[in-house]
Protein backbone atom coordinates (compact mmCIF):
# COMPACT_ATOMS: atom_id res chain seq x y z
CA UNK A 1 0.00 0.00 0.00
CA UNK A 2 1.51 3.27 -1.19
CA UNK A 3 0.90 5.26 2.00
CA UNK A 4 2.39 2.14 4.15
CA UNK A 5 5.74 3.14 1.81
CA UNK A 6 5.09 6.68 2.23
CA UNK A 7 4.66 5.92 6.64
CA UNK A 8 8.35 3.98 5.94
CA UNK A 9 10.21 6.04 4.44
CA UNK A 10 9.08 9.13 6.83
CA UNK A 11 10.22 7.36 9.47
CA UNK A 12 13.97 6.72 7.33
CA UNK A 13 13.80 10.16 7.46
CA UNK A 14 12.85 10.92 3.93
CA UNK A 15 11.37 14.80 4.48
CA UNK A 16 9.97 14.11 0.60
CA UNK A 17 7.69 11.12 1.76
CA UNK A 18 6.54 14.03 4.97
CA UNK A 19 5.12 16.25 2.34
CA UNK A 20 2.97 13.70 0.48
CA UNK A 21 2.02 12.38 3.59
CA UNK A 22 0.80 16.11 4.53
CA UNK A 23 -1.38 16.20 1.46
CA UNK A 24 -2.60 12.69 1.79
CA UNK A 25 -3.87 13.34 5.04
CA UNK A 26 -5.35 16.62 4.28
CA UNK A 27 -7.34 15.15 1.20
CA UNK A 28 -8.10 11.90 3.22
CA UNK A 29 -6.29 9.93 0.34
CA UNK A 30 -5.75 6.53 2.08
CA UNK A 31 -5.30 7.60 5.67
CA UNK A 32 -8.59 9.82 7.50
CA UNK A 33 -8.67 13.38 6.75
CA UNK A 34 -7.55 15.63 9.09
CA UNK A 35 -6.10 19.29 8.22
CA UNK A 36 -4.88 18.85 11.98
CA UNK A 37 -2.89 16.21 10.75
CA UNK A 38 -2.16 17.40 7.34
CA UNK A 39 -0.28 20.43 8.42
CA UNK A 40 1.83 18.66 11.71
CA UNK A 41 3.27 16.53 8.64
CA UNK A 42 4.45 19.73 7.08
CA UNK A 43 5.79 21.23 10.24
CA UNK A 44 8.10 18.02 11.06
CA UNK A 45 9.58 18.39 7.58
CA UNK A 46 9.33 22.42 7.87
CA UNK A 47 11.58 22.12 10.76
CA UNK A 48 14.04 20.19 9.00
CA UNK A 49 14.63 22.39 6.42
CA UNK A 50 12.43 21.59 3.67
CA UNK A 51 11.62 24.63 1.41
CA UNK A 52 8.18 22.62 0.29
CA UNK A 53 7.14 21.47 3.63
CA UNK A 54 8.07 25.34 4.80
CA UNK A 55 6.07 27.11 2.40
CA UNK A 56 3.07 25.12 2.80
CA UNK A 57 3.29 25.25 6.76
CA UNK A 58 3.48 28.96 6.51
CA UNK A 59 0.33 29.08 4.30
CA UNK A 60 -2.32 27.20 6.83
CA UNK A 61 -0.47 29.51 9.09
CA UNK A 62 -1.55 31.97 7.18
CA UNK A 63 -4.99 30.54 6.47
CA UNK A 64 -5.89 29.40 9.63
CA UNK A 65 -5.72 25.57 7.95
CA UNK A 66 -5.67 23.28 10.86
CA UNK A 67 -3.84 25.17 13.03
CA UNK A 68 -4.51 28.80 14.46
CA UNK A 69 -4.32 31.82 11.61
CA UNK A 70 -1.06 33.43 12.85
CA UNK A 71 0.21 36.31 9.86
CA UNK A 72 3.26 36.90 11.64
CA UNK A 73 4.42 33.00 12.05
CA UNK A 74 3.17 32.36 8.68
CA UNK A 75 5.35 35.31 7.23
CA UNK A 76 8.33 33.98 8.40
CA UNK A 77 7.87 30.20 6.99
CA UNK A 78 7.19 31.51 3.41
CA UNK A 79 10.20 33.80 3.94
CA UNK A 80 12.21 30.70 5.12
CA UNK A 81 11.00 28.88 1.89
CA UNK A 82 11.74 31.96 -0.16
CA UNK A 83 15.15 32.60 1.14
CA UNK A 84 15.48 28.44 0.54
CA UNK A 85 15.23 29.65 -3.29
CA UNK A 86 11.29 28.19 -3.17
CA UNK A 87 9.84 29.74 -6.17
CA UNK A 88 6.40 29.93 -5.12
CA UNK A 89 7.27 30.65 -1.88
CA UNK A 90 9.34 33.96 -3.52
CA UNK A 91 6.69 35.26 -5.87
CA UNK A 92 4.20 34.59 -2.78
CA UNK A 93 6.29 36.58 -0.62
CA UNK A 94 6.17 39.46 -3.13
CA UNK A 95 2.11 39.00 -3.31
CA UNK A 96 2.22 39.52 -0.07
CA UNK A 97 4.30 42.69 0.96
CA UNK A 98 2.37 44.00 -2.38
CA UNK A 99 -0.82 43.45 -1.17
CA UNK A 100 0.02 44.88 2.47
CA UNK A 101 -2.45 42.56 4.34
CA UNK A 102 -0.09 40.29 6.24
CA UNK A 103 2.46 42.11 6.68
CA UNK A 104 3.41 45.75 6.10
CA UNK A 105 3.13 47.00 2.79
CA UNK A 106 6.16 47.03 0.99
CA UNK A 107 6.70 47.85 -2.78
CA UNK A 108 10.39 47.94 -2.63
CA UNK A 109 10.57 44.03 -1.24
CA UNK A 110 7.45 43.22 -3.64
CA UNK A 111 9.70 44.12 -6.80
CA UNK A 112 13.06 42.56 -5.13
CA UNK A 113 10.84 38.77 -4.52
CA UNK A 114 8.97 39.44 -7.63
CA UNK A 115 12.38 40.20 -9.46
CA UNK A 116 13.86 36.88 -8.16
CA UNK A 117 10.91 34.51 -8.91
CA UNK A 118 10.75 36.18 -12.74
CA UNK A 119 14.54 35.14 -12.62
CA UNK A 120 13.41 31.79 -12.12
CA UNK A 121 10.99 31.53 -14.34
CA UNK A 122 7.53 32.77 -12.90
CA UNK A 123 5.04 34.03 -15.23
CA UNK A 124 3.03 35.24 -12.45
CA UNK A 125 5.96 37.13 -11.43
CA UNK A 126 6.58 38.67 -14.58
CA UNK A 127 3.10 40.18 -14.81
CA UNK A 128 3.71 41.59 -10.97
CA UNK A 129 6.68 43.21 -12.04
CA UNK A 130 5.11 44.91 -14.81
CA UNK A 131 2.60 46.01 -12.75
CA UNK A 132 4.70 47.60 -10.91
CA UNK A 133 7.15 49.33 -13.78
CA UNK A 134 3.51 50.52 -14.81
CA UNK A 135 3.19 51.94 -11.73
CA UNK A 136 6.38 52.86 -10.60
CA UNK A 137 5.89 50.81 -7.36
CA UNK A 138 8.89 49.82 -5.55
CA UNK A 139 11.08 51.64 -8.36
CA UNK A 140 11.29 53.82 -11.11
CA UNK A 141 8.42 54.01 -13.45
CA UNK A 142 8.85 52.34 -16.95
CA UNK A 143 6.21 52.26 -19.10
CA UNK A 144 8.12 50.00 -21.75
CA UNK A 145 9.70 47.67 -19.52
CA UNK A 146 6.01 47.20 -17.44
CA UNK A 147 4.14 46.47 -20.91
CA UNK A 148 7.29 44.45 -21.69
CA UNK A 149 6.74 42.27 -18.64
CA UNK A 150 2.88 42.13 -19.16
CA UNK A 151 3.43 41.16 -22.82
CA UNK A 152 5.77 37.94 -21.48
CA UNK A 153 3.18 37.02 -19.38
CA UNK A 154 0.33 37.74 -21.90
CA UNK A 155 1.85 35.69 -24.54
CA UNK A 156 2.95 32.49 -21.68
CA UNK A 157 -1.02 32.76 -21.35
CA UNK A 158 -1.66 34.98 -18.70
CA UNK A 159 -5.59 36.12 -18.35
CA UNK A 160 -5.26 39.04 -16.23
CA UNK A 161 -2.07 40.44 -18.43
CA UNK A 162 -4.17 39.66 -21.62
CA UNK A 163 -7.20 41.84 -20.36
CA UNK A 164 -4.57 44.50 -18.63
CA UNK A 165 -2.79 44.80 -22.09
CA UNK A 166 -5.98 45.69 -23.52
CA UNK A 167 -7.41 48.02 -21.44
CA UNK A 168 -3.96 49.96 -21.03
CA UNK A 169 -3.50 50.02 -24.70
CA UNK A 170 -6.63 52.02 -25.13
CA UNK A 171 -4.55 54.93 -23.54
CA UNK A 172 -6.72 55.94 -20.44
CA UNK A 173 -3.60 55.76 -18.14
CA UNK A 174 -0.97 58.62 -17.62
CA UNK A 175 2.16 57.78 -20.01
CA UNK A 176 0.87 55.08 -22.58
CA UNK A 177 -0.04 55.66 -25.93
CA UNK A 178 -3.33 54.07 -27.22
CA UNK A 179 -3.03 51.46 -29.70
CA UNK A 180 -5.87 50.68 -30.90
CA UNK A 181 -4.84 47.51 -32.74
CA UNK A 182 -2.88 46.01 -29.72
CA UNK A 183 -5.88 46.73 -27.31
CA UNK A 184 -8.54 44.94 -29.45
CA UNK A 185 -6.23 42.01 -29.86
CA UNK A 186 -5.59 41.39 -25.84
CA UNK A 187 -9.11 42.31 -25.10
CA UNK A 188 -10.42 39.65 -27.80
CA UNK A 189 -7.61 37.18 -26.12
CA UNK A 190 -8.94 37.72 -23.00
CA UNK A 191 -12.81 37.19 -24.12
CA UNK A 192 -11.69 33.69 -25.14
CA UNK A 193 -11.15 32.38 -21.67
CA UNK A 194 -14.30 34.73 -20.43
CA UNK A 195 -12.58 37.37 -18.88
CA UNK A 196 -15.34 39.86 -17.95
CA UNK A 197 -13.41 43.35 -18.12
CA UNK A 198 -12.83 42.06 -21.90
CA UNK A 199 -16.34 41.36 -23.09
CA UNK A 200 -17.52 44.25 -21.35
CA UNK A 201 -14.78 46.82 -23.48
CA UNK A 202 -15.33 44.59 -26.49
CA UNK A 203 -18.97 44.89 -26.02
CA UNK A 204 -19.09 48.88 -25.40
CA UNK A 205 -16.55 49.25 -28.68
CA UNK A 206 -19.14 47.45 -31.06
CA UNK A 207 -21.97 49.41 -29.57
CA UNK A 208 -20.85 52.57 -29.92
CA UNK A 209 -18.29 52.01 -33.04
CA UNK A 210 -14.99 52.92 -31.43
CA UNK A 211 -12.16 50.78 -32.57
CA UNK A 212 -14.54 48.10 -33.74
CA UNK A 213 -17.36 48.30 -36.18
CA UNK A 214 -20.88 49.35 -35.31
CA UNK A 215 -22.83 46.08 -34.72
CA UNK A 216 -25.63 46.02 -31.78
CA UNK A 217 -25.48 42.37 -32.39
CA UNK A 218 -22.22 41.40 -31.99
CA UNK A 219 -22.65 44.14 -28.73
CA UNK A 220 -25.42 42.42 -26.74
CA UNK A 221 -23.76 38.92 -27.88
CA UNK A 222 -21.09 40.36 -25.44
CA UNK A 223 -22.81 42.29 -22.71
CA UNK A 224 -24.41 38.34 -22.16
CA UNK A 225 -21.30 36.85 -22.11
CA UNK A 226 -19.76 39.73 -19.80
CA UNK A 227 -22.86 38.98 -18.13
CA UNK A 228 -22.55 35.06 -17.48
CA UNK A 229 -18.84 35.97 -16.50
CA UNK A 230 -20.20 38.12 -13.59
CA UNK A 231 -19.66 41.40 -14.98
CA UNK A 232 -22.78 43.71 -12.95
CA UNK A 233 -22.09 46.66 -15.58
CA UNK A 234 -22.67 44.31 -18.38
CA UNK A 235 -25.90 42.75 -16.56
CA UNK A 236 -26.84 46.23 -16.06
CA UNK A 237 -26.26 47.24 -19.38
CA UNK A 238 -28.26 43.60 -21.22
CA UNK A 239 -30.79 44.53 -18.76
CA UNK A 240 -31.48 47.91 -20.51
CA UNK A 241 -31.13 46.84 -23.89
CA UNK A 242 -33.45 43.76 -23.44
CA UNK A 243 -36.42 46.29 -21.36
CA UNK A 244 -35.77 49.29 -24.21
CA UNK A 245 -35.51 46.84 -27.11
CA UNK A 246 -32.36 49.06 -28.02
CA UNK A 247 -31.02 46.95 -31.28
CA UNK A 248 -32.41 43.88 -30.45
CA UNK A 249 -35.65 42.38 -29.94
CA UNK A 250 -37.32 44.43 -26.50
CA UNK A 251 -38.16 40.94 -23.69
CA UNK A 252 -39.19 42.63 -20.75
CA UNK A 253 -39.29 39.21 -18.44
CA UNK A 254 -35.72 38.24 -19.48
CA UNK A 255 -34.94 42.21 -18.32
CA UNK A 256 -36.35 41.85 -15.19
CA UNK A 257 -34.56 38.61 -14.62
CA UNK A 258 -31.09 40.32 -15.41
CA UNK A 259 -32.43 43.02 -12.91
CA UNK A 260 -33.08 40.38 -10.63
CA UNK A 261 -29.95 38.65 -10.70
CA UNK A 262 -27.78 42.15 -10.12
CA UNK A 263 -30.15 43.49 -7.11
CA UNK A 264 -28.94 39.77 -5.41
CA UNK A 265 -25.47 40.49 -5.87
CA UNK A 266 -25.05 43.71 -4.98
CA UNK A 267 -27.37 42.54 -2.25
CA UNK A 268 -24.78 39.71 -1.11
CA UNK A 269 -21.80 42.01 -1.37
CA UNK A 270 -23.69 44.43 0.87
CA UNK A 271 -24.07 41.70 2.92
CA UNK A 272 -20.40 40.65 2.76
CA UNK A 273 -18.87 44.56 3.42
CA UNK A 274 -21.94 44.86 6.80
CA UNK A 275 -20.58 41.35 8.43
CA UNK A 276 -16.76 42.42 7.74
CA UNK A 277 -17.50 45.87 9.35
CA UNK A 278 -19.20 44.12 12.16
CA UNK A 279 -16.26 41.95 12.76
CA UNK A 280 -13.99 44.52 12.54
CA UNK A 281 -15.80 46.62 15.13
CA UNK A 282 -15.65 43.94 17.52
CA UNK A 283 -12.30 43.65 17.02
CA UNK A 284 -11.24 47.27 17.90
CA UNK A 285 -14.00 47.18 20.90
Do not use: C
Not at 64 to 91: P, V
Not at 115 to 141: H, M, P, Q
Not at 151 to 173: I, M, P, R, S, V
Not at 227 to 249: H, N, P, R, Y
Amino acid sequence: MATDRYYKAANNGHLEAHVKLAQNTGLGNGVPRSEVGSVEWYKRAADKGFSQAEYMYGLARLEGYGSDKDTEEAIKWIALAANHNFLLAQYRLGREYEKGVAVEQNYTQAFHWYNIAFSAGSANAAVSLGNLYVDGNGTERDIDKGLELLTYGAKKGHLYAQGLLGNLYLGFQDGINANPEKAVYWLKKASERNHPDALLMLARMHDIGEHLPLDEDKAYEYYVRASFAGSAEAQKETAVKLMSGDGIESRPGLALLWYYILEKMVTNLLSISLMTWKVEYRKKK
